[in-house]
C-alpha cells in the first residue's frame, strides 16, 4: 500500500522531527519562511505563547504542516492563528487529504481552546465559508536580476533620485551579528509611527535560530546607525522584514538606500525575488513600496469564527485606535521601549 492511499493523521510537532519538518517546508512550493518549525521556538521564548504545529502524515512521511500559535490578550481577544507575527501561514500539504485533515485537526483545536477565531494568513481564499479579508493588506513581489545595475535603473526615476541621494551622502551599509543597534533605530521608528514595539528578545531569538538565514543589515552616517533592517532568506527570495530609521534618516534618504543595499547584496548572491512584504492599504510604506515600482497583491486573511460573531479589527486603520496611536507617538522613548513589548505580545 503506497503513501497515497495509507490514511492521514495529524500529530504535533515533536523536537525529533524539526528537520524532516523543515525538509518538507523547503521542497513544498507553497510553503513559505514563515512555515519554518523554528518560529514554534522563536514565538515561544521571545512572547510565550504556546505554538500547535501539526503534521499531517502518511505511513511515517510528513504530507502537510500547519503552524498555529495561541494568542490570549486582554486588549486583543483570544485567537488561534497562522502564523502569528508573521505575513503568510495556513496548511502547506501535497493533496487535499493531507490538507483537509489540517483543517479538521485546527478547527477542533480552536474549538477545545475555545478561541475567539481561527485564523489563517493566507495568498488566496481556501474555503467559501469562512469570512475574509481581502481589503485590508496586499504584498510587494518582484523579480530581480543578477546585475545590479539592471536593478538599479528598473526603479522608477523619482524613487531612483533619492537612492542615489543617500548613496551622495556618503552613507555606508553594514552588516550586523548582533541586534542592539537594529532595535535602536527600529524602537524610535515604530514609536514615530504610533506602535508598540517588540521586546529585544525577538529579534535576538530570530537572529539566533534563523542564523544565516536572518541577515540584519545597518545603514551608518558619520558612524552613527541611521536605519537599519532585518531580512530573511528563503529559496530564491529576500524578504526585508522589520525596517526603520531614526528621525534625520528621511533628510538623509536612508531608508531609501537602506533597501537598495538589500537589494544590491541580494543580487549578487542570486537571489531572484524581492519581497517586499506586507502593507495596509492607504498607509506611507503602501505608497512607499509603489514607488519603488512593485504593484500591490492582495492577500486574503481567512476566519473561521469561533465565539467571535464578526471578523476581528485589530489594526492601525481602525478609528478606535487612533487616539492611543496619537498619545503613544508623544512617549518619551525610554517609556514606549519600557511598556511597548508587553502590548506587542498580543499584536499577533
Given amino acids: 500500500m503506497d503513501g497515497g492511499t495509507m490514511p492521514v493523521t495529524v500529530v504535533p510537532l515533536s523536537a525529533d522531527r524539526r528537520a524532516q519538518w523543515d525538509d518538507f517546508v523547503t521542497t513544498c512550493p507553497e510553503a513559505t519562511f514563515f512555515h519554518l518549525s523554528g518560529w514554534q521556538e522563536v514565538i515561544e521564548t521571545a512572547f510565550g505563547h504556546r505554538g500547535h504545529f501539526l503534521i499531517a502524515e502518511s505511513g511515517g512521511a510528513i504530507r502537510g504542516v500547519l503552524p498555529l500559535v495561541h494568542v490570549r490578550s486582554r486588549l486583543f481577544g483570544n485567537t488561534l492563528v497562522s502564523n502569528a507575527f508573521c505575513v503568510l501561514g495556513g496548511p502547506v500539504a501535497v493533496d487535499e487529504a493531507a490538507r483537509a485533515a489540517l483543517d479538521r485537526a485546527a478547527v477542533a483545536l480552536a474549538r477545545d481552546l475555545g478561541v475567539d477565531h481561527l485564523e489563517y494568513r493566507l495568498r488566496a481564499p481556501a474555503h467559501d465559508d469562512w469570512a475574509c479579508n481581502r481589503d485590508l493588506y496586499v504584498t510587494f513581489r518582484k523579480q530581480i536580476a543578477p546585475d545590479p545595475d539592471r536593478n538599479l535603473a528598473a526603479i522608477p526615476r523619482k524613487q531612483r533620485a533619492m537612492v542615489r541621494k543617500g548613496i551622495k551622502a556618503g552613507l555606508k551599509s553594514e552588516l550586523d551579528d548582533g541586534t542592539e543597534r537594529l532595535f535602536r533605530v527600529y524602537s524610535e521608528s515604530v514609536r514615530n509611527l ?88 492607504g498607509t506611507g510604506s503602501f505608497a512607499f513600496k509603489k514607488h519603488w515600482g512593485f504593484a500591490p497583491e492582495p492577500l486574503c486573511y481567512e476566519y473561521k469564527l469561533i465565539r467571535a460573531t464578526a471578523v476581528p479589527e485589530v489594526n492601525p486603520t481602525n478609528p478606535k485606535y487612533s487616539r492611543a496611536i496619537a498619545l503613544w507617538r508623544r512617549l518619551p522613548l525610554p517609556v514606549a521601549n519600557l511598556i511597548g513589548p508587553v502590548i506587542a505580545r498580543g499584536l499577533a
Avoid at 506602535?195 to 551608518?220: D, H, N, Q, S, W
Avoid at 530564491?236 to 543595499?261: I, K, S
Avoid at 548572491?269 to 519581497?275: L, P, S
Wanted: hydrophobic share 45%; glycine share 10%.
Fill in 194 to 281: 504610533g506602535t508598540p514595539v517588540f521586546p529585544k528578545r525577538y529579534f535576538a531569538a530570530l537572529k539566533r535560530v534563523f542564523g544565516p538565514a536572518c541577515e540584519i543589515l545597518v545603514v551608518v552616517a558619520d558612524g552613527h546607525p541611521v536605519s537599519g533592517v532585518m531580512s530573511f532568506f528563503f529559496r530564491d527570495e529576500v524578504l526585508p522584514y522589520y525596517g526603520g530609521g531614526v528621525a534625520t534618516a528621511r533628510q538623509l534618504a536612508a531608508n531609501d538606500f537602506m533597501y537598495w543595499e538589500v537589494m544590491r547584496r541580494a543580487a549578487e548572491r542570486g537571489i531572484k525575488v524581492f519581497d517586499f512584504g506586507r502593507s495596509k492599504r
